[in-house]
């Protein structure tokens, strides 16, 4: 991921493994699931039998049992290959970690173990809902026990995987009176009565992704499907976003390195005004600029992964900076790559059509660019 990076005898096999899936298996149809907009079933379950769905996830279940480092790792290495697959990983690998680090023995029986051996397909993060993105704590859906069951009501947007998924990480309100520490955490299941699963978005990028609306109609969901405590869910969910954040910090890292290396290709290869576009000191401004963002946003991504490891008091800085600089950098990169293929970079012939319209996004999901800086320049002005 970075010349000159020491990495374990474990991360650099996590990494390699990753590399030879997605050399060998993501990118070779990354262009034709964009075009028509499939989703990668059958790599959803090659990447289960790898141990991608839980990276994180303890060996006793069931996972990888590796650190934040080779996860990172990891997403980038697929990321680079196609970026729609990589967040259907890095989603997957969500469900699991809360899924890992919530549940009870009989909970992890019956939905974490199935789900790591691929059987369940993918699996979501339903926070989001369709008047509240970034103020997650206004959330409107509602559980209201009755008996031994849980009425799920209300609706979740922008859910990825959603189309797919054998079982969702649902955040609804179950005190309602207490805002955010009224908000609980359930698992719901493909299938289950009262859960209505949306038409999938047509998509500027990530096309290659499932992105849908749930909605919860009287939904009835038994009380151990309860995650964690009663009320504490959004603190799961908080606790969550840091390793969603530095996830797409990583995916960013992986688009912007496989936009600069279209944007050399093709600067080798093209001539123009008697030599190759390598030659022009307006390209090689462009590729000096684009490298110094590349690996700034790898670094500063392997240093949030590092700090959640240790788990430091700074990792929701360090994985906010990693997330705002690594996405706005993966925007910078591609547009200027695309600038250097000139009238071919416009048109879907070439990656960096796609790679420009898959970075985009990633200024916006797992929090905003300007929610990132609310967190850093919070924890700045704590001192």
């Keep these: 991921m970075l010349t000159g990076s020491t990495f374990t005898d474990e991360q650099q096999l996590i990494f390699d493994t990753a590399m030879a899936f997605a050399r060998e298996r993501v990118a070779p149809g990354a262009a034709a699931r964009d075009h028509e907009g ?39 290495a697929v990321s680079r290959a196609c970026a729609a697959t990589g967040v259907t990983m890095a989603v997957c690998n969500l469900a699991a970690d809360i899924l890992a680090n919530e549940g009870n023995a009989e909970q992890k029986r019956r939905f974490l173990t199935p789900y790591l051996e691929g059987k369940l397909g993918a699996g979501t993060f339903c926070l989001s809902e369709p ?61 289950t009565p009262g859960l209505i699963v949306g038409k999938a978005e047509k998509k500027m990028g990530l096309r290659g992704s499932n992105t849908v609306q749930l909605t919860f109609e009287d939904c009835r969901v038994h009380k151990d499907n309860l995650l964690g405590e009663r009320d504490r869910g ?21 688009i912007a390195d496989a936009a600069l290396e279209e944007g050399g290709r093709y600067a080798k290869e093209r001539t123009a005004f008697g030599a190759a576009l390598e030659k022009l000191q307006a390209i090689q401004f462009l590729m000096a600029d684009s490298a110094v963002d590349v690996d700034t946003a790898k670094l500063l991504t392997l240093r949030a992964a590092s700090a959640k490891d240790a788990g430091s008091p700074r990792t ?17 990169v591609a547009d200027r790559m695309l600038q250097v293929h000139g009238g071919y970079g416009y048109v879907e012939e070439y990656a960096i059509e796609r790679l420009f319209r898959d970075a985009r996004v990633t200024r916006i999901y797992e929090g905003t660019s300007e929610v990132q800086r609310i967190v850093i320049a919070r924890d700045v002005l704590a001192g």
Excluded at 179 to 191: D, I, P, Q, R
Excluded at 235 to 254: F, M, P, T, V, Y
Aim: net charge negative; with cysteine; hydrophobic share 45%.
């Design 234 to 254: 959004y603190a799961i969910a908080l606790k969550n976003l840091d390793g969603g954040r530095i996830g797409i910090a990583a995916q960013s890292c992986g």
């Design 316 to 332: 929701a800085r360090e994985s906010s900076m990693a997330k705002l600089f690594a996405s706005e950098a993966a925007g910078r």
């Design 38 to 76: 499939r989703f990668p079933v059958e790599l959803v379950k090659e990447m289960a039998e790898l141990g991608l769905l839980g990276v994180k996830v303890d060996a006793d279940d069931g996972g990888a049992g590796a650190d934040v480092v080779s996860y990172v790792l990891a997403i980038y």
């Design 131 to 191: 008047h509240c993105g970034s103020d997650a704590a206004a959330l409107a859906t509602t559980a209201v026990l009755d008996g031994d069951n849980y009425v799920l009501n209300g609706s979740k947007q922008w859910i990825t995987n959603g189309g797919y998924a054998g079982l969702h990480i649902v955040f609804a309100k179950t005190s309602p009176e207490r805002k955010s520490h009224g908000v609980s955490c359930f698992v719901v299941e493909a299938g």
